[in-house]
């Protein structure tokens, strides 16, 4: 029988283009590691050259000559480098090479090699075509169940491709932090001849200056940063107070590590945040790898507060000075000034009184304001004094609120405010202190009397009254408190001095008249 090479060959393709795509598998997870060595080596030949390029630079300030130097050399590496990676990628291109790594990890008598030469170089095949053939039907016949693809080591891809993403992210966060540096370098190394000049070093200038904080109050220093930008800093504060200088631990000062950020026009900080739990005075700075700032003091004082405020309250009326213009006194007592310390309890006043305010702070004060209860404020200069006084006239119930600024420049906190109310004048009121009440007694007992009055605003005038059975009331005692706003009014009534008999009634009490406030009660 006789066979035509057509009849011969023709099942031989099928095999053939099966056995090649399984090949092909291989050969692109091979290219593919070889794409991802190349790009991990280049990218940390590319960095270490430009970073040790401008390392250099940054030091020795290469001239016109060093810098072209720099530049052939980094263009011949970077054509060596380009002729190996394309000798690479050829040979990983080609299905011999996949074939070959086949072989190389499962045997086949290198008739799989042969075989892909054959389809390789099928039109141009020098040897027999039928020979060819038989083969391609062994290796198929002995590569059946046999995944060519298994064989590659995919783990070495995945940590290839891991290992370029995570340096090209460090590279990119290094250039974006650090694109003033990088940039003027990079533009020296592939510009020559230009008249660039070299990143300036690190310089820290700070934008605190001189600071005056409370205790406990959270203070931030800032830096900016000009030049290269550092990769880590410090805030190193010292003390100023002579008894801490004696101490060793504390005249070395204190080191806080600094955050870097940026502001909203891209320029970089170091900023740092603390706190003082004590006055004191301190000397600040700002220090990085290879530069320092000026040094800076730092204040720490208590926050003024407003300790104690007594308000003295002149009724509609009340002398200013106890005294009539010509020197006697006046024709009808008025409403006495007195004085109340301001609590949490609202300071009740008769309308249009005149208010006047003296507060007492715990440090020395700049200057003092008091919000008024028409809602304007009014600022008042003290000088160093931790005393201040402010008057008002209260027309209508309002709130009153009073700050301080202590005399380094720090204000207090929440302002002390407290009410004021308007309220009528009250009749005057009274207390039997003395007898308990009604109370039964011989005809020659003595009876002790006593009435406790007071009055809102200030009495004019008080009186004991007695009234004995058939007379006229006798005053026992009499009294002209000018404007107090109590009085004690006591008296002794010896019975046995009055022809009394058993059954009579001795009537006794009080009465008073307040001062005239301008809203005397009818």
Excluded at 38 to 55: E, F
Excluded at 101 to 124: C, T
Excluded at 267 to 293: I, N, Q, V, W
Excluded at 439 to 453: K, M, N, Q, R
């Amino acid at each position: 029988m006789r066979w035509t090479w057509t009849e011969m060959t023709g099942g031989v393709d099928e095999i053939l283009k099966d056995l090649i795509a399984r090949v092909g598998q291989v050969r692109r997870w091979l290219l593919a590691l070889s794409v991802l060595r190349i790009a991990a080596l280049g990218l940390a030949c590319v960095s270490l050259y430009i970073g040790g390029y401008a390392w250099l630079d940054h030091h020795v300030r290469f001239g016109t000559f060093g810098r072209v130097l720099s530049l052939v050399l980094f263009l011949a590496l970077s054509a060596v480098g380009l002729y190996f990676i394309v000798r690479v990628l050829r040979r990983d291109m080609t299905y011999a090479n996949a074939a070959n790594y086949i072989e190389g990890r499962h045997s086949f008598d290198q008739q799989l090699v042969a075989a892909v030469e054959y389809y390789e170089g099928r039109s141009d095949y020098p040897y027999s075509k039928a020979l060819a053939a038989q083969l391609v039907r062994q290796v198929d016949f002995a590569a059946r169940g046999c995944r060519f693809d298994s064989m590659i080591e995919k783990w070495q891809g995945y940590l290839l491709a891991g290992f370029v993403l995570l340096c090209a992210c460090v590279v990119g966060l290094f250039v974006r932090q650090n694109v003033l540096f990088i940039s003027s370098y990079l533009t020296r190394l592939l510009r020559p001849f230009s008249a660039v000049e070299p990143a300036p070093a690190t310089v820290l200038e700070s934008r605190t200056g001189d600071v005056v904080a409370g205790v406990d109050m959270p203070v931030t220093f800032e830096a900016q940063v000009e030049g290269r930008v550092p990769e880590s800093g410090s805030l190193v504060l010292t003390p100023l107070d002579p008894n801490d200088a004696n101490d060793s631990s504390k005249a070395v000062g204190e080191r806080i590590e600094l955050t870097r950020t940026t502001d909203s026009e891209g320029r970089t900080l170091l900023t740092a945040t603390k706190s003082f739990d004590a006055p004191g005075r301190f000397e600040y700075r700002f220090e990085t790898p290879g530069a320092r700032s000026d040094s800076h003091e730092l204040h720490v004082c208590e926050l003024p507060s407003i300790e104690r405020v007594t308000a003295k309250v002149f009724p509609p009326g009340a002398p200013q000075g106890g005294a009539d213009r010509d020197g006697g006194e006046a024709s009808e007592a008025q409403g006495q000034p007195y004085e109340v310390e301001l609590t949490d309890k609202p300071l009740a006043v008769l309308p249009h009184s005149r208010v006047e305010l003296t507060a007492q702070a715990s440090t020395a004060l700049r200057e003092a304001t008091m919000v008024g209860p028409n809602g304007q404020p009014v600022t008042r200069s003290l000088g160093g004094e931790n005393r201040f006084g402010f008057e008002f006239t209260a027309d209508k119930s309002s709130s009153i609120r009073l700050s301080a600024v202590s005399s380094e420049g720090l204000p207090g906190g929440e302002p002390r405010e407290f009410q004021v109310v308007l309220k009528s004048n009250e009749r005057p009121e009274f207390k039997l202190v003395s007898p308990e009440g009604d109370c039964l007694a011989t005809d020659v007992a003595s009876i002790p009397i006593a009435f406790e009055v007071t009055d809102d605003f200030g009495l004019e005038r008080a009186e004991l009254v007695c009234e004995l059975p058939g007379r006229e009331p006798v005053v026992l005692e009499s009294v002209s408190p000018q404007g107090g706003r109590n009085t004690l009014m006591t008296a002794v009534l010896e019975l046995e001095q009055h022809e009394l008999h058993v059954g009579d009634a001795v009537l006794f009490y009080a009465r008073a008249r307040d001062v005239n406030a301008g809203h005397r009660p009818a």
